[in-house]
């Protein structure tokens, strides 16, 4: 095997090769390159010196009675170097919708398997243009084989876990990042200081597989704007490309990254997108399964071949329970996690995994069965976005058995109640105790529970208490984009303000939200950036603002330094306290029938929680040790307008001191030294919107 830098001659031998495995893999001798496609009578592989290069070095043309067997076209090229590039073109009778078999000949595909692509030709347009011009195509890239890993993959679970949600180039990209690589693998290693001591355990990092950064609405991109949320996957093997410092590393880079995070104690943790993908519908582009695969990969109408069936919005639905691409998906997860080093999936729009070829609905959905079978992906955990955009709801009834879930039941109810809104003290103790009205039941445990308050698709927690509409006018859809069904409040007015008394409110809600979450049994999950108050200026959409209105601004006004504190201390104080991670949901019963029990809930009086009061804004409730010298809990949530004085259990031989109070200013809203804590007697003050926190002493 020739180095990247020997590359001398033009043209270089080959053999039939293998069709194992597919994708372009360095074996002894040379490169051997394989595809799978149906229908294809002759195939042809590109070879492009790299990524600049704008005609390709050699064409090889696979014959059927030499290069295919069954369905896979494969060769064995001798020597080629390292870091070069690869397209295929195909032939025959291909079915592509909105093309001929002709047009679509014309076109260099990417292959699904590539490990590393460039996009430095790419154009969204003449993909998809029937009359497209040569060479514009995404291309594979050749890479260094990976240094084995163990074959031993320890089991890893969401006990403990605290997850936080970034994107990886907008991390980074703000000037003020101070890192040498922005918007990189590389420039987030330089900030693993900063998520150690904010004490996270997890990141759970949106779409790294390579995406689609042209695949947005055109009067979108008439405003120069791009994909930069990265749901438009079209390599599901490949970090993508922009986030390298050398994209024809770019499996080494990623490692490298994920080996850095492991060296500090956090887990990594993929957003993956295996409901649809960039080649969006009958009229997107084709990219590589349209001509690969069509009728096997793609869910079609079978009253109309021409046309996709859409369950995602976004043109086309991942036939994801056909066995070749279940045995896909399977794959591609299995690399992830064995040769890459990562330690879990969220799943977008996951409930497309439970329709059928038609779209139907299946009792028993074989992939999400089978990745729980899996001896790889049954050790990591899985999480669903439990529902799709064609009506599929599954929150609390995802199939399988360990599959977490992002909650947004406890979402909302969160936010109606620090809103203020009445009468739902019983829901939102449901979900803060871990959501057992859902999970219990099929033998499901609070950590299938993925609890948050905001997320990437929505408002930040600093546009929650700042805006009571959406303003997504940036966007250049008129703010029609986006959700209209928020649950903020602005606290008397909206956007920016200079009245403190709005100020103060708003930043005594933050740290409400915040505490509630890390107060809550199951799994919490943060967003980056509202740890230290970030704002998108009320868009709650900025899928396509790849600027500073997304990006993380590490400039920190004194609020969001307060506010940073905050969330630190508050992370400290749920580990230190097994009581707010139970292994098992709460029961109101003193554990082995000795002691205090688990959790005892209160109202304004002791022992009266007012789960049917139609105007109650009131809850407490009072945890016991969970291990052994770990003190108790008493907690109190008061979002009335007004204070309360409300009693307090009796304590024998200890008192309560207070260590959390969010009315209270920086440092006194938490207070990490219980030794200097108030002590409270009897009973205590709560003022109004507030979260009250006492531990026994």
């Excluded at 749901?231 to 770019?250: D, G, I, K």
């Excluded at 929505?458 to 984009?481: I, P």
Aim: aromatic share 10%.
């Amino acid at each position: 095997m020739l180095s990247p830098e020997a590359h001398v001659q033009r043209s270089y031998g080959t053999k039939p090769g293998s069709r194992f495995p597919l994708g372009a893999t360095v074996v002894p001798g040379g490169v051997n390159f394989c595809a799978f496609c149906r229908h294809a009578t002759r195939v042809e592989l590109l070879l492009y010196d790299g990524p600049d290069s704008t005609e390709p070095f050699q064409v090889i043309t696979l014959a059927a009675d030499e290069h295919r067997t069954f369905f896979f076209w494969h060769v064995l090229v001798e020597d080629i170097p390292l870091r070069c590039c690869y397209t295929w073109r195909v032939y025959g009778p291909l079915g592509v919708p909105q093309m001929s078999d002709e047009a679509a000949s014309r076109k260099e595909l990417l292959d699904p398997h590539a490990r590393a692509v460039s996009d430095r030709f790419y154009d969204r347009r003449q993909a998809t243009a029937p009359d497209a011009a040569e060479h514009a195509s995404l291309r594979g890239i050749v890479t260094e084989p990976l240094d084995p890993r163990d074959d031993d993959i320890d089991i890893r679970t969401l006990d403990d876990a605290i997850i936080y949600e970034l994107h990886v180039g907008g991390f980074t990209r703000h000037p003020s990042s101070g890192v040498r690589h922005p918007g990189t693998f590389a420039g987030l290693i330089e900030k693993i200081p900063y998520l150690k001591a904010l004490g996270v355990t997890h990141v759970e990092l949106l779409p790294v597989m390579a995406f689609d950064e042209q695949d947005i609405p055109a009067v979108a991109a008439e405003r120069g704007l791009r994909n930069y949320w990265g749901y438009s996957t079209h390599s599901f093997y490949s970090p993508h490309p922009r986030y390298c410092v050398e994209p024809t590393r770019a499996p080494q880079e990623f490692r490298d990254f994920v080996d850095a995070l492991h060296a500090a104690g956090i887990r990594v943790l993929l957003d993956v997108v295996f409901n649809h993908t960039s080649e969006a519908g009958n009229n997107g582009p084709v990219i590589h399964f349209k001509v690969f695969a069509n009728e096997a990969f793609y869910q079609i109408d079978k009253n109309d071949a021409r046309h996709y069936r859409d369950f995602t919005g976004c043109g086309n639905t991942v036939n994801c329970n056909h066995p070749l691409v279940s045995a896909f998906i399977m794959r591609c997860l299995e690399y992830w996690v064995r040769e890459l080093g990562v330690d879990g999936f969220r799943f977008d729009l996951a409930s497309v995994f439970v329709r059928g070829e038609q779209g139907e609905l299946l009792r028993t959905p074989p992939l999400p069965w089978a990745m729980e079978a899996s001896p790889v992906l049954a050790r990591v955990p899985l999480i669903a976005e439990a529902w799709d955009a064609g009506g599929l709801y599954h929150v609390g009834a995802f199939p399988g058995m360990a599959w977490a879930e992002w909650n947004g039941r406890y979402r909302d109810a969160i936010r109606r109640f620090v809103r203020g809104d009445p009468g739902i003290v019983g829901e939102m103790c449901t979900c803060i105790a871990g959501s057992a009205d859902i999970y219990q039941d099929d033998g499901r445990l609070p950590t299938n529970s993925i609890n948050f308050v905001t997320c990437h698709d929505g408002f930040t927690l600093n546009d929650l208490v700042s805006y009571d509409a959406k303003h997504n006018e940036a966007n250049g859809e008129d703010n029609r984009d986006g959700s209209n069904d928020n649950l903020s409040w602005n606290c008397g007015a909206e956007g920016d303000t200079a009245d403190p008394a709005i100020l103060g409110l708003r930043l005594r809600q933050a740290r409400n939200f915040m505490a509630i979450l890390l107060l809550s049994q199951g799994v919490p999950m943060l967003l980056a950036g509202d740890e230290i108050l970030r704002s998108q200026r009320g868009n709650n959409n900025a899928f396509c603002q790849d600027n500073a209105l997304s990006w993380m601004d590490w400039h920190l006004s004194d609020d969001a330094q307060d506010m940073l504190r905050f969330v630190r201390e508050m992370i400290a104080l749920r580990k230190r306290h097994a009581s707010l991670r139970r292994r098992r949901f709460l029961t109101g019963r003193p554990a082995n029938g000795q002691g205090h029990p688990d959790v005892a809930w209160h109202g304004e009086r002791l022992d009266a929680p007012a789960w049917h009061d139609p105007g109650a804004r009131f809850v407490a409730f009072t945890l016991a040790e969970q291990a052994p010298g770990e003190p108790m809990l008493h907690i109190v949530f008061n979002m009335n307008d007004d204070a309360r004085d409300v009693a307090l259990p009796v304590l024998d031989n200890r008192s309560w001191r207070r260590i959390v109070d969010t009315a209270r200013e920086s440092p006194q809203d938490i207070v990490p030294d219980v030794e200097t804590a108030d002590i409270e007697r009897g009973a205590c003050r709560v003022e109004a919107r507030s979260v009250v926190v006492l531990e026994s002493h």
